[in-house]
């Protein structure tokens, strides 16, 4: 092997190692199982404790927004050595800015929150891969619901 060649290739391996480090190339892979918030609509008498959520930014809480928006959010994949967390946003940092906001409304994996006049309780949950479709956007036969699991391989996590 030539050594502009051999140089060449150790810089690209040299790139994708960093890739890798900093988590872009686990998000592009969508590895392991994705997470997603999932909002669903609650009696507003049910729980006392709620964050009001009608002012959220959706370029800072995008998880929120789109679960508040459209039922789920998009799915977040964690990296496969935990790299990834501290250098991208995910659906724990919202929940634990919500927590900042009023403690006594967030648990460890869900949260109350209030937009309008409407009271949501938002849901972290996992959902196993083969259970999101083949291509990992969710499209499967088997779907998790929030205070349900569909399967034993379905849990509700928060670290």
């Known amino acids: 092997m030539r050594r502009v060649t051999r140089n060449f290739v150790l810089g690209i391996l040299v790139v994708l190692v960093l890739l890798l480090a900093l988590g872009a190339l ?18 507003n008498d049910s729980t006392n404790a709620t964050v009001n959520v009608s002012q ?10 789109a ?10 994949y964690d990296g496969p050595i935990g790299l990834k967390e501290a250098f991208t ?4 940092d919202e929940l634990s800015e919500l927590e900042a906001r009023n403690a006594s409304a967030v648990t460890d994996e869900t949260a109350y929150v209030r ?4 009271t949501y309780r938002l849901e972290l949950i996992r959902e196993p891969a ?3 479709g083949s ?4 499209t499967g036969t088997t ?17």
């Open 26 to 43: 686990p998000s592009l892979l969508a590895s392991g199982d994705p997470y997603y918030l999932v909002a669903e609509p609650v009696a």
């Open 56 to 65: 959220l930014s959706e370029r800072r809480f995008p998880y929120t927004t």
């Open 67 to 76: 679960a508040l928006d459209d039922g789920r959010s998009e799915a977040y």
């Open 89 to 92: 946003h995910s659906p724990f």
């Open 115 to 118: 937009a309008g006049n409407t």
């Open 130 to 132: 083969d259970a999101a």
């Open 135 to 138: 291509n990992g956007t969710g």
């Open 143 to 159: 779907t998790a619901t929030p205070g349900t699991t569909t399967t034993a391989a379905v849990a509700e996590v928060r670290r």
